[in-house]
């Protein structure tokens, strides 16, 4: 049965510019000389889906090592990518080896428990060193053991995660970067890897052989004073003005009554809300930009839409006929971070599925 047409009207809007994304895969590639450039695509490519993200990056920026969270993403972008490195960060459990074996994918090994798993194969995997952040890898005391026993394994690369590289100062960091050296090299035949996004700005010190880009990908920003030169923003969300309503003083928009008008208002109902994941209930300060000019939210979010105040003589020519943007070249992922109870990953792992999604290759 063929998918049932649903007119463009009835969706918000998201576009995803690829050649963006291909082109921040890139810039980060050439902050280091001679490292590899590998790219993080879980979460569905961080909610901007990975059957569009993923090809792109493959045939287009270069890219042929992919990380993934789990199994499931795994097999899912092996159905994409027939011939792509995929490494899975959730190692290996005793159910899920012949999967991982049938569909050519790389586990990430976390603890001795998934190294018994995967020892005698020889089909390759990763090695994940904890050095602090006290998430998945070895321990120090379970590497110490690692090296003793020095188990039948095809390593292909051993890998460790960042505590706070997007503070270039931090001491963790290089702590970190000493105790990753320590061991790094005692697997001298795989590829090192301890650079996230914020990480390759930390310099070529800290990169080895492949970095490990997530966010920047993206057009997100870790946590470093800004988003570095040369990163596009590469995703604009778009909703549709459903209703305009006048306000006489004294009347009150949405739930519990939280906005109140002051005097005569025009507020413009657009059919985004938290279910879209752009919003929470409580993002009382965003702002959107509604013909050509910037407005502010206003009341209490609700499930599937906002309010605007459009009151103001500049927004006299805007009717039901305009596209609200929520996030693009006039409101940045940044700015609606800013003023948001929700951060840039969330904003961008959180986009709901109410969206009618393009995707444009070209500028």
């Known amino acids: 049965m063929s998918a049932p047409h649903i007119p463009d009207s009835a969706l918000a809007t998201m576009t995803v510019h690829l050649d963006a994304i291909s082109h921040n895969y890139q810039t980060l590639k050439a902050q280091s000389g001679s490292a590899e450039c590998a790219a993080v695509v879980k979460a569905n490519a961080y909610g901007l889906g990975v059957e569009h993200v993923a090809p792109a990056l493959y045939h287009d920026a270069g890219c042929k090592i992919f990380f993934v969270a789990n199994l499931a993403e795994a097999v899912i972008l092996r159905s994409i990518l027939p011939d792509a490195i995929i490494y899975v960060f959730n190692g290996a459990m005793p159910d899920q080896v012949g999967t991982l074996i049938d569909h050519n994918i790389r586990p990430v090994l976390n603890d001795l428990s998934q190294v018994e798993t995967w020892k005698g194969r020889a089909e390759p995997c990763g090695i994940h060193i904890d050095t602090g952040i006290n998430r998945l890898g070895l321990s ?7 090296f003793d026993e020095k188990p039948d394994l095809n390593v292909s690369l051993v890998m460790s995660h960042f505590i706070q590289s997007e503070i270039a100062n931090h001491p963790s960091n290089e702590m970190q970067l000493d105790r990753f ?13 301890l650079c996230n996004s914020g990480g390759i700005y930390l310099g070529t010190d800290f990169h080895f052989d492949l970095l490990r880009p997530g966010i920047m990908l993206y057009g997100g920003n870790p946590g470093l004073p800004k988003l570095p030169d040369g990163l596009k923003h590469v995703m604009e969300l778009h909703g549709r003005i459903l209703q305009i309503r006048h306000l006489k003083p004294g009347m009150a928009v949405g ?25 929470n209930t409580r993002d009382t300060r965003a702002n959107v930009f509604v013909g050509g000019q910037v407005a502010p939210v206003v009341g209490k979010v609700s499930m599937d839409m906002i309010a605007i105040d459009i009151s103001d003589s500049k927004f006299n020519h805007v009717t039901v006929k305009d596209e609200v943007e929520l996030i693009g070249p006039n409101i940045t992922l940044e700015m609606v971070a ?7 990953y969330e904003l961008l792992t959180g986009i709901g599925q109410r969206y009618n999604k393009n995707y444009k290759s070209g500028s």
């Open 255 to 279: 739930y519990n009554s939280q906005w109140t008008a002051a005097e005569d208002a025009r507020v413009a109902l657009v059919n985004v809300g938290y279910a879209d994941g752009t919003y």
């Open 181 to 193: 050296i320590r061991v790094r090299y005692q697997l001298p035949d795989a590829e090192g890897s």
């Open 140 to 146: 120090e005391v379970e590497t110490d053991q690692f």
């Open 338 to 344: 800013e003023v948001s109870t929700l951060g840039q």
